[in-house]
């Protein structure tokens, strides 16, 4: 895979706008299944995707982009095979089809004994049904039927997660676990490849959000790593068993490493020293119910095991329970993970003060714990601002990507009415800062941006806008309030964000609007970047008949275009040709990505593409204007086979583009997909 400037290039196909309807049900139906025998997700066969059960069941799953109704489900039935269970998503129903959906509801209900009618008649009265609207009933009995609408996608998919999540009591960054699968999801579905439940596990691990995270990776990892080789010293014939075990936990396969470790406890391998791993990748794993439910098995008499056990009990919220563990434990031989999670139970037991002496113990056995100087400044940021500030600082000279460490100073300066520092604090907060920031904490540097007489403070407000629509997957008009108190004056920021565009009042006066065009700019590779309705939009008015297409930027998605790469062992040859092309005055510009990569759009009139296949080569001729551009793909293999797959699909914008490369100079030229055409030869 290559990456160029955040695209993917992956099987002859660009990372771009559509596609994302499929994506987001493939996400919903893994965590549907991921508790009920799901083996593997496949993206291998001709259907969208396909969930593979434990029990070697396939669930087939058709994803469209149109509305089920019936004459589009008529035609579908006649391309179905029963032999696995079949799934169809579409983007709506229309009336007719809800009908039927009903009727076929009754008709299960009285299969199944819950309809107090008469069963005979309800049976015949579907048959009836069914061949009045000219449907198998087979089909339509053997297939469920699903909705994804474009709008409320992503919110779906957050639901079935979330669900997911709080049967299995587990606390997710359900977001940032959306943005990683969808990512992956998409390369798989690009290379018709698979995901395997281990793979999912691994990821959705990556994202769990609880307080106590230092112990599944940091402290807690070298710790289990000095156990597991203290295991090896005294049991070296058993050395066989236990690596495999070492090296899956130091490269995170967490999974992985409870496999082994739940072989070793069934062949009654070392089972005193295998049940302290267990308890501890548990842990990790977040199934933190199931470590209580064996705590009659397992509670043994050692520091290791009351310290998972107390950890699982915190992570539950059951304080008490977790504060009894800690005290099975002599205080003599308390470290500092033991007095961090402490404080971390005294915290949220609203008892900071306690929780303040534990951080301080913690700190005296390690003043580099950077968690606790956090956790430390956070709980004294009210109180003492001055020891806070130099809890933060002291962990950013340990640390200085820390980014909780500068949204700490952030939030102080910002109580103390020091908009400039705080402006910058946020700013490096931002800058740091792994996962995507809060649509509040960009409302915070555009305000201060603003106040503080910044430039571009517009395009900081475009952002605000952005992300809020983003995060709480706005639909139509909503308002939000943006409180800033000073010394001797308070500002109230009031954002009206539309489908359309947005408007910024301060008080009582409009400081800045921005509509959008009929015709705004968008990036057809599905970078949103902050400065581009702005720098476009000049360009959109003046001519009206430019081909930059109109989009709801709000609703950015990410699929595949089919996508032409034509490398260029030269720069000189790459420069000559793009400077040919760009005199014909058939290439509209419609967006910068820095100094060596453009995007451009060119009109189907002005573009014409032949490719014919021979044997085992495609030759292709493109001409634009008066240019003449030869490219060539190998036909046979899995690229080639994603490209006409992608071109014969329907999705929002139907475009596909060619990839001008040389080096890490790249121009991207996008077209209506319609414009080519392929010719096969004998």
Request: glycine share 4%; hydrophobic share 40%; aromatic share 12%.
């Amino acid at each position: 895979m290559n990456t160029v400037n955040d695209r993917k290039l992956v099987g002859g196909m660009i990372s771009s706008i559509g596609f994302s309807q499929q994506d987001f049900a493939s996400i919903k139906y893994i965590f549907l299944y991921l508790s009920n025998g799901l083996k593997e997700i496949s993206f291998e066969s001709d259907d969208d995707f396909c969930l593979v059960l434990t029990d070697s069941k396939r669930i087939k799953v058709q994803v469209k982009i149109n509305t089920l109704t019936i004459p589009f489900a008529r035609e579908l039935s006649k391309n179905i095979s029963y032999t696995d269970q079949n799934i169809i998503i579409g983007s709506s129903y229309d009336d007719s089809f809800r009908n039927v959906l009903q009727y076929k509801n009754r008709h299960l209900s009285s299969l199944s004994g819950e309809f107090y009618d008469d069963k005979g008649k309800l049976y015949s009265d579907w048959e009836m049904y069914c061949q009045g609207i000219n449907i198998d009933s087979t089909f339509l009995l053997n297939c469920d039927f699903d909705i994804i609408d474009g709008v409320n996608q992503f919110a779906i998919a957050r639901d079935a997660i979330s669900q997911w999540a709080e049967k299995q009591k587990l606390i997710i960054d359900v977001n940032t676990l959306i943005n990683e699968l969808k990512s992956v999801i998409s390369d798989k579905r690009c290379k018709c490849g698979h995901l395997s439940i281990t793979e999912i596990q691994d990821i959705i691990f990556k994202h769990r959000n609880t307080r106590i995270e230092l112990y599944n990776n940091t402290a807690d990892l070298r710790l289990v790593t000095e156990v597991i080789e203290e295991i090896i010293r005294n049991n070296p014939f058993f050395e066989k068993e236990i690596l495999p075990i070492k090296y899956s936990i130091e490269n995170h396969h967490y999974v992985e490493a409870r496999s082994r470790i739940e072989e070793c406890l069934f062949n009654h391998i070392l089972e005193a020293d295998f049940t302290r791993l267990y308890l501890w990748i548990l842990n990790v794993l977040g199934e933190h119910s199931y470590i209580i439910s064996l705590k009659s098995k397992y509670y043994l008499n050692d520091m290791f095991c009351y310290l998972e056990f107390a950890k699982a009990y915190y992570n539950l919220k059951e304080w008490n329970e977790a504060r009894a563990c800690l005290n099975e434990i002599d205080k003599k031989v308390w470290d500092e993970n033991i007095f961090f999670l402490s404080a971390l139970i005294y915290h949220d037991s609203k008892q900071d003060n306690e929780a303040q002496q534990e951080l301080l113990k913690c700190l005296e056995l390690n003043d580099s714990f950077i968690d606790a100087l956090i956790m430390l400044g956070t709980l004294t940021s009210i109180s003492n601002p001055d020891e806070a500030i130099k809890s933060f600082e002291k962990a950013l000279l340990i640390d200085e990507n820390c980014s909780a460490a500068y949204y700490g100073l952030a939030v102080l300066s910002e109580n103390a009415f020091d908009f400039e520092s705080a402006l910058n604090y946020y700013n490096d907060y931002a800058t740091k800062c792994t996962d995507e920031i809060s649509s509040e904490i960009m409302a915070k540097i555009a305000a201060f941006s603003f106040i503080c007489n910044k430039d571009h403070w517009e395009l900081l407000f475009q952002k605000w806008n952005m992300l809020f629509r983003k995060q709480k997957q706005a639909s139509g008009e909503e308002a939000v309030l943006m409180p800033v108190i000073d010394w001797e004056q308070s500002y109230i920021f009031l954002l009206i964000s539309k489908t359309d565009g947005f408007t910024i009042i301060c008080g009582d006066t409009t400081i800045f609007e921005y509509q959008e065009g009929k015709n705004e700019a968008r990036s057809s590779i599905g970078l949103v970047l902050p400065h581009i309705g702005f720098s476009m939009h000049k360009f959109v008015n003046e001519n009206s008949f430019n081909p930059v297409r109109a989009s709801d930027r709000y609703n950015m998605e990410e699929a595949a275009l089919p996508a032409i790469i034509r490398d260029y062992t030269s720069l000189e040859g790459y420069n000559e040709t793009l400077s040919k092309l760009l005199k014909t005055g058939k290439l509209h510009l419609n967006h910068k990505f820095g100094n060596n990569s453009k995007e451009y759009i060119i009109n189907d009139d002005d573009i014409t593409i032949e490719m014919k296949i021979t044997g085992s080569e495609l030759i292709g001729n493109i001409i634009i204007g008066d240019i003449l551009m030869r490219v060539w793909i190998d036909p046979i293999g899995n690229g080639f086979r994603s490209f006409r797959k992608q071109l014969s699909r329907d999705c929002s914008f139907n475009e596909a583009c060619i990839v001008m490369k040389c080096n890490n100079h790249e121009s991207t030229l996008t077209f209506k997909k319609k414009v080519i055409h392929i010719i096969y030869c004998d």
